[in-house]
């Protein structure tokens, strides 16, 4: 059973840096072709797509997001990492973390999903 | 980047009525590989996104057979056949053909 859970510290303030943690079971990031990706949501509006961590550690990030986003992994511990720098209020939004299997004869991307972790960005 | 179009934004159905959401591409999602990564997924309220159809038209596990996607390159389709209760939600379509993957805005379907 694939089961995926984000954790993040809630609220922060302006200018620090956030720090996320996905922590997964049911699938391995040492597995060819497995990967995990990072999706953030607003309050009432749509998905933003942050960036991809392969079983190979390649990594992909959005570009709108530009040098802020860093994303890591630890697959003795089954988890995935994503740091973004110097937040603002813009960034208050609810992030989840989902899986990426190409392992398949058809890749799927994003088959499994966290239940999200809600962050606020305030002063 | 890529742009997704949903239409419509907002969809009223009655119980058992069979409908469809449109999503058009800004360019092709057809990849290199031969494979087009457009996706389907339902929002229900509260929920985390859940993925219904992967690939154009690969019904996901588990998911009813109600449901089903067509289309190639920039046209794409989600038909449900006969809406129940538990469809009602936001459906957005996602391609990950093209870094940065994208999102369409949504189509929330709720009843009439």
């Known amino acids: 059973q694939v089961t995926l859970k984000e954790s993040g510290p809630g609220i922060l303030q302006p200018s620090q840096t956030l720090s996320l943690t996905c922590t997964f079971s049911g699938f391995s990031l040492s597995t060819y072709g497995m990967g995990v990706g990072w999706i953030r949501q607003p309050s009432g509006k749509g998905l933003e797509w942050l960036a991809n961590?392969?079983?190979?550690?390649?990594?992909y990030y959005n570009p709108s997001l530009k040098n802020r986003l860093t994303i890591s992994k630890d697959t003795s511990n089954n988890q995935a990492f994503l740091k973004i720098t110097n937040v603002d209020t813009a960034d208050t939004a609810t992030y989840y973390c989902?899986?990426?299997?190409?392992?398949?004869?058809?890749?799927?991307?994003?088959?499994?999903w966290g239940q999200g972790v809600m962050v606020t960005v305030s002063s | 980047d890529v742009v997704l179009t949903q239409t419509p934004p907002t969809l009223s159905a009655t119980i058992g009525q069979s409908v469809s959401i449109s999503c058009r591409s800004s360019?092709?999602?057809?990849?290199?590989?031969?494979?087009?990564?457009l996706n389907w997924l339902l929002q229900r309220p509260g929920q985390s996104p859940q993925l219904l159809i992967y690939?154009?038209?690969n019904l996901e596990s588990g998911v009813p057979n109600r449901f089903s996607g067509s289309g190639s390159e920039t046209d794409f389709t989600l038909k449900i056949s006969g809406v129940e209760a538990e469809d009602l939600g936001v459906y957005y379509c996602?391609?990950?053909?093209?870094?940065?993957?994208?999102f369409g805005a949504g189509t929330k379907l709720e009843l009439k």
């Open positions: 989902a899986r990426i299997d190409s392992t398949t004869v058809v890749p799927c991307y994003f088959d499994y």
């Open positions: 961590i392969w079983w190979d550690d390649d990594k």
């Open positions: 360019q092709s999602l057809l990849d290199s590989d031969g494979d087009t990564y």
């Open positions: 690939s154009v038209s």
């Open positions: 996602m391609q990950a053909t093209h870094a940065p993957y994208t």
